[in-house]
């Protein structure tokens, strides 16, 4: 456990060594947000409700969908595919540590700084702009919300590994990764809540992995799922993560058979 804590901290170091490039990365996030904000209350300015959301509804949406993004989606594991490429992989495999939990550290190293610095900036938004935003209340609602959150940000986890584990038997894992970022990007609900689609879009939403990244856990917050919907949501991630885990393994061991270490 020690190891692995060094782990975290090394890349919390990493990241303080190129703070350029950290703080351009939460500038444009925040850049996002605010276009994405801004749009959602200029359509509210004509209408009480539309799509069944009220403005508060909606900008709390919008609001917590910048803190449950880096807390989710925030990664190291691009990084898979280059120890890969490079043959650097090797170093991992003969020492005694767990790659996966490796990549688990890194990833935690980074959702901690995104977080806290998305719970900074999305508090200064909240002063500057003062925006009707709707505060849950109910106990058993926050706790569900919190669990669905803890299961869409493992599944992306593994997710995320699955597209950089292509880098066995490929040199070029960036398109791939690009292409499934840009679906995921839009089937999350990140930018909008996925309800507002047309509805066979939104049934083949409810079908993939991505609408448990974001959308579920928001839409439990908000409750506006009902315990049967709730129920259902549970059960279909969890089916969900427990598929991308024993593929993630699969094609892993796949990998490991075919790995040359050609970079060395």
């Known amino acids: 456990m020690k190891g692995y804590l060094q782990i975290i901290k090394g890349t919390i170091e990493e ?4 703070r350029l490039s950290f703080i351009l990365w939460r500038v444009r996030i925040v850049v996002q947000l605010l276009i994405v904000y801004f749009m959602w209350w200029a359509i509210f300015a004509e209408h009480q ?23 989710v989606m925030g990664t190291r594991t691009q990084e898979v595919g280059e120890l890969i490429r490079s043959g650097d992989l ?45 505060f ?30 292509l880098g ?17 990007e839009f089937f ?17 939403s409810q079908s993939l992995p991505f609408y448990y990244f974001v959308y579920f856990p928001l ?3 908000l409750g506006k799922l009902s315990v049967m919907a709730i129920t259902q949501g549970f059960i279909i991630g969890l089916v969900w993560l427990v598929a991308l885990w024993m593929l993630a393994s699969v094609v892993w061991n796949r990998g490991l058979r075919a790995y040359a270490a050609e970079g060395k």
Request: proline share 6%; glycine share 2%.
């Open 90 to 134: 090797s170093n991992f495999l003969v020492r005694p540590v767990s790659f996966l939990k490796f990549c688990a550290s890194r990833d935690i190293a980074d959702k901690l700084l995104n977080v806290i610095f998305a719970v900074v900036e999305i508090v200064i938004l909240f002063f500057l702009l003062r925006p009707p935003v709707f």
């Open 168 to 184: 066995f038997w490929t040199p070029d894992v960036w398109a791939p990764r690009f292409l499934s970022f840009v679906l995921a």
């Open 15 to 18: 990241y303080a060594t190129y």
């Open 49 to 71: 409700e539309l799509f069944g959301y009220t403005q508060a509804s909606i900008l709390t949406y919008i609001l917590l969908s910048a803190f449950v993004r880096p807390f």
């Open 219 to 221: 839409k439990v917050y």
């Open 136 to 165: 849950q209340t109910d106990m058993v609602i926050l706790l569900l919300a919190g669990i669905a959150l803890i299961m869409g940000m493992i599944q992306f986890f593994y997710f995320s590994l699955i597209l950089s584990y």
């Open 188 to 204: 999350t609900g990140v930018l909008f809540p996925l309800d507002i689609l047309p509805i066979p879009l939104f049934t083949l």
